[in-house]
C-alpha cells in the first residue's frame, strides 16, 4: 500500500475517534447539565435517546447517499451536520435546543459511520484490508479515552458547554483533512461512472506511484441484482438469520449504551466530583480497546459466534456486577473497564458475523437491517434507564436489568447457531 492510501486510512481512523468523543460528550456533560438546569433522570434519558434516534436516520438514509453521491462528500455532508450539532449544544439555552443538537450530531455521525466503514475498505489492497477495517473500529474507543482525558481537564477549568465546544472545533477542523487526503475510491469510481472515471483513476493511480491505464474493464453485473438483494436477506434461506442477528444486536447494544451513557451520572450520585465520573467512562473506554483487539486476535483460532456468545454472556455479568461495585473510585474504574471490554467486544463480533453469515450480494443490506434496525429500538436504552432511576430503583437494579441485554444476546445467538447446524446437518 502507498503512502496515499494509508493516509485515507489515518483520516478514517481519525473520523472514527471523532464520533467516539462525539457521541459520548453527552455523557462528560450530563452531571454539569443535571446539576445546572434540574433535570430528572428521564428527561436527561429522553436527550439521550434522541441522539441514538439520529444515529439511526443517519446510516440509513445517507448510507445511500454514499453510494449515490460518494464517500468524501457524505463525510463532508456529516462533518458539517456534527459540527452545528455540537455548536448548538455547547451554546444551547434550554433543554430542547440541546436535544435538537445531540439529535442533529448523532444524524452525522450516523452517516459518517457508513461512509466511512465503505471509504477505508476501499482504500485498502486486498492483503490489508482486514488489517484497516480493524484499526479504523479501534479509532472510536481511542476517541473517547483520548477526548474524555480532555474533557475531565475541562470539567475541572470549565464546565460543561466547553465539552461540546471542544468537540465542535475538533470536528470542524476535520474538514480541510478529508479535502486534502481522503479522495473517492478508484471502486467508487468505477462503479458510479463507468468508463467516463478513466482520467479521475489514473491521477488517483499517480499519486499511488503506478502508472496510467490506458482503458477500464468493467464487468456487466447481473440484471436485476440490486433490485432484490434486500428483499432476499428475508428470503427463506436467510431470515431467521437475519431476525435472529438483529434482536441480538439490539439487545446486546441496549446494555452498551447504558453503560456508556449512564456511568457519569450515577458515579457523581456516588458522591464524585465530574470529572472524577469522567475518568470512570475513560476506563470503559479503554476497556474498549482492549476488547476490540483481543476479540480480533482470539477470532484467528476461534468461531466468531461460539465467540460473541461467550463475550456477550460475560458483558451481562460484567454489567451486574459493575452495579453491585461499593462506592470506591478505583474498584469502579477497574469495573468499568472490565464492562467496557466484554461489551465491546461482543458489538465487534455482531459486525463480524453480519460479514461471514451472509454473500457479499448480500452483505450491505443485511448490515443496514441488522445495525440500523438494532440501533432504532435500542434508541429507547438511555430513557427506559431514566425512567428506572426516577422510579426509585438504584443503581444495582438499573445495571442488572439493563446487563440482562447481553444475556438475551447469549442466548438468542445460541439459537441461531442451533439453526445453521440444523441447515448444514
Given at each position: 500500500m502507498s503512502r496515499m492510501q494509508w493516509a485515507v486510512v489515518a483520516v478514517m481512523f481519525g473520523l472514527n475517534a471523532l464520533d467516539g468523543f462525539d457521541a459520548l460528550a453527552i455523557s462528560f456533560a450530563a452531571p454539569g447539565i443535571l446539576a445546572e438546569w434540574g433535570l430528572t433522570r428521564a428527561e436527561l434519558g429522553v436527550v439521550m435517546s434522541l441522539e441514538l434516534v439520529g444515529m439511526t436516520l443517519g446510516s440509513l438514509l445517507l448510507g445511500g447517499l454514499a453510494d449515490a453521491r460518494g464517500r468524501r462528500w457524505t463525510i463532508l455532508l456529516c462533518l458539517a451536520c456534527m459540527s452545528i450539532g455540537m455548536f448548538g449544544s455547547a451554546f444551547a439555552p434550554d433543554v430542547a435546543v440541546l436535544s435538537i443538537g445531540r439529535l442533529?450530531?448523532?444524524?452525522?455521525?450516523?452517516?459518517?459511520?457508513?461512509?466511512?466503514?465503505?471509504?477505508?475498505?476501499?482504500?485498502?489492497?486486498?492483503?490489508?484490508?482486514?488489517?484497516?477495517?480493524?484499526?479504523?473500529?479501534?479509532?472510536?474507543?481511542?476517541?473517547?479515552?483520548?477526548?474524555?482525558?480532555?474533557?475531565?481537564?475541562?470539567?475541572?477549568?470549565?464546565?460543561?458547554?466547553?465539552v461540546f465546544l471542544f468537540g465542535a472545533l475538533?470536528?470542524?477542523?476535520?474538514?480541510?483533512?478529508?479535502?486534502w487526503l481522503a479522495p473517492d475510491s478508484i471502486e467508487f469510481e468505477v462503479h458510479k461512472r463507468g468508463h467516463a472515471a478513466l482520467p479521475r483513476v489514473n491521477r488517483l493511480l499517480a499519486r499511488m506511484g503506478h502508472e496510467p491505464l490506458a482503458a477500464l474493464h468493467i464487468?456487466?453485473?447481473?440484471?436485476?441484482?440490486?433490485?432484490?438483494?434486500?428483499?432476499?436477506?428475508?428470503?427463506?434461506?436467510?431470515?431467521?438469520?437475519?431476525?435472529?442477528?438483529?434482536?441480538?444486536?439490539l439487545t446486546n447494544i441496549t446494555t452498551f449504551i447504558f453503560l456508556f451513557k449512564w456511568t457519569a451520572p450515577v458515579i457523581v450520585d456516588m458522591g464524585f466530583s465530574a470529572p472524577q465520573a469522567a475518568s470512570v467512562l475513560v476506563w470503559a473506554s479503554s476497556g474498549g480497546i482492549v476488547g476490540c483487539l483481543l476479540f480480533g486476535?482470539?477470532?484467528?483460532?476461534?468461531?466468531?459466534?461460539?465467540?460473541?456468545?461467550?463475550?456477550?454472556?460475560?458483558?451481562?455479568?460484567?454489567?451486574?456486577?459493575?452495579?453491585?461495585?461499593?462506592?470506591?473510585l478505583t474498584i469502579l474504574s477497574a469495573g468499568a473497564f472490565v464492562a467496557g471490554l466484554c461489551a465491546n467486544a461482543a458489538v465487534v463480533g455482531h459486525y463480524s458475523l453480519v460479514a461471514t453469515l451472509f454473500p457479499t450480494h448480500l452483505r450491505a443490506g443485511a448490515t443496514g437491517?441488522?445495525?440500523?434496525?438494532?440501533?432504532?429500538?435500542?434508541?429507547?436504552?438511555?430513557?427506559?434507564?431514566?425512567?428506572?432511576?426516577?422510579?426509585?430503583?438504584?443503581?444495582?437494579?438499573?445495571?442488572?436489568?439493563?446487563?440482562?441485554?447481553?444475556?438475551?444476546?447469549?442466548?438468542?445467538?445460541?439459537?441461531?447457531?442451533?439453526?445453521?447446524?440444523?441447515?448444514?446437518e
Open positions: 442533529l450530531t448523532g444524524f452525522g455521525i450516523g452517516g459518517m459511520l457508513a461512509a466511512t466503514n465503505a471509504g477505508v475498505a476501499e482504500a485498502a489492497n486486498e492483503r490489508r484490508r482486514p488489517l484497516v477495517v480493524v484499526l479504523m473500529a479501534v479509532g472510536f474507543p481511542i476517541g473517547s479515552v483520548l477526548g474524555g482525558m480532555v474533557a475531565v481537564q475541562l470539567l475541572r477549568a470549565y464546565g460543561w458547554h466547553e475538533c470536528t470542524t477542523l476535520m474538514a480541510p483533512l478529508v479535502l464487468p456487466e453485473r447481473p440484471a436485476g441484482a440490486r433490485k432484490t438483494g434486500f428483499a432476499e436477506i428475508f428470503a427463506p434461506a436467510f431470515r431467521w438469520t437475519t431476525i435472529l442477528l438483529t434482536i441480538a444486536y486476535l482470539l477470532t484467528e483460532r476461534l468461531s466468531v459466534l461460539g465467540l460473541t456468545i461467550a463475550i456477550a454472556a460475560l458483558a451481562s455479568m460484567a454489567m451486574a456486577g459493575f452495579g453491585s461495585m461499593p462506592a470506591d437491517a441488522v445495525i440500523g434496525v438494532g440501533r432504532g429500538i435500542s434508541a429507547a436504552a438511555p430513557a427506559l434507564a431514566g425512567l428506572l432511576f426516577t422510579a426509585g430503583y438504584g443503581f444495582p437494579i438499573v445495571a442488572l436489568v439493563m446487563g440482562s441485554g447481553s444475556a438475551i444476546c447469549a442466548v438468542t445467538l445460541t439459537v441461531l447457531r442451533a439453526r445453521l447446524r440444523e441447515q448444514h
